[in-house]
């Protein structure tokens, strides 16, 4: 056989090794970037579609969206308005846990909306969080699966509670205040300590009792 040939065969064989290393440590490098920027949603992401690259694809995707939305943070109005709106959240939970973990849900929801994120369903909001909010959006997940389980009589009043906490550490984030997961245990003030509720509040509070019995498992 020509040695000539055969050292062509070698060094495209050669090539081809170097190629398929390159490649593996491109494909390498981008999991653990990955993996090091999503944190648990990364894992998340590979248990729902059954596969690392679909998630890997999925995560990319996320990135992309969010990177083409115009989100910008709240004007010094809107977050006073919001805080506002948070304290009467705290306080209706003494009475009304449930009321005022929904409603704290939903106020997260108005809040993304107003910074820019269209308006969506839960998963897409969470998605949307994971790419700059990472860590914090696991408050967002627990927080929303109190609200499941307590529906079906699988939540306490104390699992309430920490699903205030967690819409908490949300919400500081979200207004532009606080460093996530600072003061997640700040205390959840009372009633008497919130000033009077504006006239739109307290059309909602005239309902907020049947949403109560609504929420509450048969």
């Known amino acids: 056989m020509n040695p000539q040939l055969i050292w062509i065969a070698l060094a495209a064989v050669a090539a081809f090794i170097i190629v398929g290393l390159i490649a593996a440590g491109v494909r390498r490098s981008r999991t653990e970037g990955l993996r090091e920027h999503f944190g648990s949603e990364y894992d998340r992401a590979v248990s729902d579609l059954d596969s690392r690259d679909a998630a890997e694809r999925e995560l990319k995707s996320r990135a992309k969206e969010v990177k083409a939305l115009d989100v910008r943070p709240l004007t010094a109005e809107q977050r006073n308005s919001y805080r506002e709106e948070w304290m009467l959240i705290e306080a209706r939970f003494i009475e009304r846990p449930a009321t005022a973990v929904v409603a704290a849900d939903e106020l997260v929801g108005a809040i993304m909306h107003a ?3 269209p308006v969506a369903d839960f998963e897409k909001y969470a998605a949307w969080l994971s790419v ?13 699966t109190i609200i499941d389980e307590y529906s079906k009589g699988r939540a306490s009043t104390e699992d309430l509670g920490k699903a205030m906490l967690n819409y908490r ?5 979200l207004v532009g205040g606080r460093v996530a997961g600072h003061d997640v ?20 509070e005239r309902v907020a009792r049947e949403d109560d019995e609504r929420l509450r498992p048969n």
Do not use: T, W
């Open 169 to 173: 550490a949300l919400f500081d984030v």
């Open 185 to 204: 245990a700040h205390a959840i003030v009372s009633e008497n300590e919130i000033a009077a509720a504006s006239p739109r509040e307290r059309s909602r």
């Open 115 to 117: 910074r820019g994120y």
């Open 132 to 144: 700059k909010y990472p860590k914090l959006v696991e408050h967002y997940r627990a927080g929303h």
